[in-house]
């Protein structure tokens, strides 16, 4: 018996996902309200806005910036991030010699607490194949051109273990307040395929 | 490109980007319950990774939409676990659906 | 069932795989030269295939955390320390694009030997 309500119809794995939410609740293993909520929180609550707090304290407070590199999940805690795929941080550090590039080549591990939900370009099998064996062609597609004397280090979350970029403070921003600069901070510039410059500006 | 890396570098998926978490809402869906029946206890999340890096192992290089390995992994860890049986699965599906 | 009123709780807290205990040793230190062990492993494994038999430089000691392997197939937590492992690209590609750039892969220490 069909029980379809909508006019178009819907896919196939839309009407598995149904199914087996409808399954779950009638077991009494899952809550709807709570997959409502899991949802808002990721849609809405969490995302890169919370790192670029954590990378903005860090270019203001020489002596935060050394708690989060030497211990980046409590650095992060103190500003109140915490949590889910973010519980063992590791933030790495921008410098003139060394650019830094996250990946994780088996699925899609990435530090929620701090950057929200993956973008779909960093689930891909392009980039995650291309981090680890190309870094450089693959940052020049993204608009960075690395100079050879720097080094990349590219980081593979393949453990329990989530990584951070801490972009270079960019030039021409000495005015800004914290927030200010909080709102340069963009998402790709904590995962490394892009920099923080005094014109970008983060989208959410 | 040399030995190790079989996987065959291809364009990067296209601009403009939709940087939305979740382009469709079964997407969001299926990420809920992963969640939610992770922190009941009734896997380890670990458990789950395992099982996703398995889908998408099996699927080297190809374009299959991310979140299809999402639910093809929490369907068979779920099914592992005598949560959900596929059969049953397949049937309140069919319920579901025009076929 | 988790309740609609502890989804705030769990996001916040999520679920470390971490457990410190001193007593397990760690075979290697940071400087040490590594190899990983060239196995094929059956069931859910954590060590990318590119990384299999390349030899590398322990960079940082993360503690100790479970085993997925051995937890995955009910054989126990077996929890030992996870390392940074430094892989120059010359080692992993052949011929990279770069001399100076590297990897850094998070590797159980049963994935390591001496190298």
Same mark, same amino acid.
């Given at each position: 018996?069909?029980?379809?309500?909508?006019?178009?119809?819907?896919?196939?794995?839309?009407?598995?996902?149904?199914?087996?939410?409808?399954?779950?609740?009638?077991?009494?293993?899952?809550?709807?309200?709570?997959?409502?909520?899991?949802?808002?929180?990721?849609?809405?609550?969490?995302?890169?806005?919370?790192?670029?707090?954590?990378?903005?304290?860090?270019?203001?407070?020489? /002596?935060?910036?050394?708690?989060?590199?030497?211990?980046?999940?409590? /650095?992060?805690?103190?500003?109140?991030?915490?949590?889910?795929?973010?519980?063992?941080?590791?933030?790495?550090?921008?410098?003139?010699?060394?650019?830094?590039?996250?990946?994780?080549?088996?699925?899609?591990?990435?530090?929620?607490?701090?950057?929200?939900?993956?973008?779909?370009?960093?689930?891909?099998?392009?980039?995650?194949?291309? /981090?680890?064996?190309?870094?450089?062609?693959?940052?020049?597609?993204?608009?960075?051109?690395?100079?050879?004397?720097?080094?990349?280090?590219?980081?593979?979350?393949?453990?329990?273990?989530?990584?951070?970029?801490?972009?270079?403070?960019?030039?021409?921003?000495?005015?800004?307040?914290?927030?200010?600069?909080?709102?340069?901070?963009?998402?790709?510039?904590?995962?490394?395929?892009?920099?923080?410059?005094?014109?970008?500006?983060?989208?959410? | 490109?040399?030995?190790?890396?079989?996987?065959?570098?291809?364009?990067?998926?296209?601009?403009?980007?939709?940087?939305?978490?979740?382009?469709?809402?079964?997407?969001?869906?299926?990420?809920?319950?992963?969640?939610?029946?992770?922190?009941?206890?009734?896997?380890?999340?670990?458990?789950?990774?395992?099982?996703?890096?398995?889908?998408?192992?099996?699927?080297?290089?190809?374009?299959?939409?991310?979140?299809?390995?999402?639910?093809?992994?929490?369907?068979?860890?779920?099914?592992?676990?005598?949560?959900?049986?596929?059969?049953?699965?397949?049937?309140?599906?069919?319920?579901?659906?025009?076929? | 069932?988790?309740?609609?009123?502890?989804?705030?709780?769990?996001?916040?807290?999520?679920?470390?795989?971490?457990?410190?205990?001193?007593?397990?040793?760690?075979?290697?230190?940071?400087?040490?030269?590594?190899?990983?062990?060239?196995?094929?492993?059956?069931?859910?494994?954590?060590?990318?295939?590119?990384?299999?038999?390349?030899?590398?430089?322990?960079?940082?000691?993360?503690?100790?955390?479970?085993?997925?392997?051995?937890?995955?197939?009910?054989?126990?937590?077996?929890?030992?320390?996870?390392?940074?492992?430094?892989?120059?690209?010359?080692?992993?590609?052949?011929?990279?694009?770069?001399?100076?750039?590297?990897?850094?892969?998070?590797?159980?220490?049963?994935?390591?030997?001496?190298?």
């Amino acid at each position: 018996m069909s029980t379809q309500h909508h006019n178009a119809p819907e896919s196939e794995p839309a009407l598995r996902v149904k199914a087996l939410e409808s399954l779950l609740v009638e077991k009494g293993l899952v809550d709807p309200q709570t997959l409502d909520l899991l949802v808002d929180a990721y849609e809405n609550k969490v995302g890169p806005k919370n790192g670029a707090k954590v990378v903005a304290r860090a270019w203001v407070d020489p /002596a935060y910036k050394a708690r989060l590199l030497s211990n980046g999940t409590a /650095a992060i805690a103190e500003l109140g991030f915490s949590g889910m795929q973010g519980e063992d941080m590791v933030v790495v550090e921008n410098t003139p010699t060394v650019h830094n590039l996250i990946v994780c080549t088996l699925c899609s591990c990435y530090p929620w607490p701090t950057l929200g939900l993956p973008p779909v370009w960093y689930k891909s099998a392009p980039y995650r194949s291309r /981090a680890v064996s190309d870094p450089r062609g693959l940052l020049k597609e993204f608009g960075l051109d690395i100079a050879p004397e720097v080094e990349i280090r590219v980081w593979d979350s393949s453990a329990e273990v989530r990584y951070m970029v801490l972009p270079e403070h960019p030039k021409g921003t000495e005015h800004m307040s914290e927030a200010e600069l909080a709102e340069l901070v963009t998402r790709d510039s904590m995962i490394g395929v892009a920099k923080v410059t005094v014109g970008s500006k983060a989208r959410s | 490109m040399s030995q190790s890396n079989d996987l065959a570098p291809a364009a990067l998926p296209a601009k403009p980007e939709d940087s939305r978490p979740f382009q469709a809402p079964w997407q969001a869906r299926a990420f809920a319950v992963a969640v939610t029946m992770s922190q009941a206890g009734r896997y380890t999340w670990d458990e789950f990774r395992g099982y996703l890096m398995a889908e998408i192992a099996q699927h080297p290089g190809d374009s299959t939409e991310y979140y299809q390995h999402w639910l093809d992994a929490l369907e068979k860890l779920l099914a592992d676990k005598g949560f959900v049986a596929g059969n049953e699965l397949n049937a309140k599906t069919q319920e579901f659906g025009p076929r | 069932m988790l309740r609609p009123e502890q989804v705030e709780e769990a996001v916040k807290t999520g679920g470390s795989t971490r457990r410190p205990d001193d007593r397990i040793t760690p075979r290697f230190k940071t400087g040490d030269a590594v190899r990983v062990r060239n196995r094929n492993p059956t069931g859910h494994t954590r060590l990318a295939r590119y990384t299999r038999g390349k030899r590398g430089v322990i960079h940082h000691d993360h503690g100790v955390f479970i085993f997925p392997d051995t937890n995955a197939h009910g054989r126990g937590e077996k929890p030992q320390h996870v390392y940074s492992v430094r892989f120059e690209a010359a080692e992993l590609w052949g011929e990279p694009t770069s001399l100076r750039d590297a990897v850094y892969i998070d590797l159980w220490e049963d994935y390591l030997e001496p190298a």
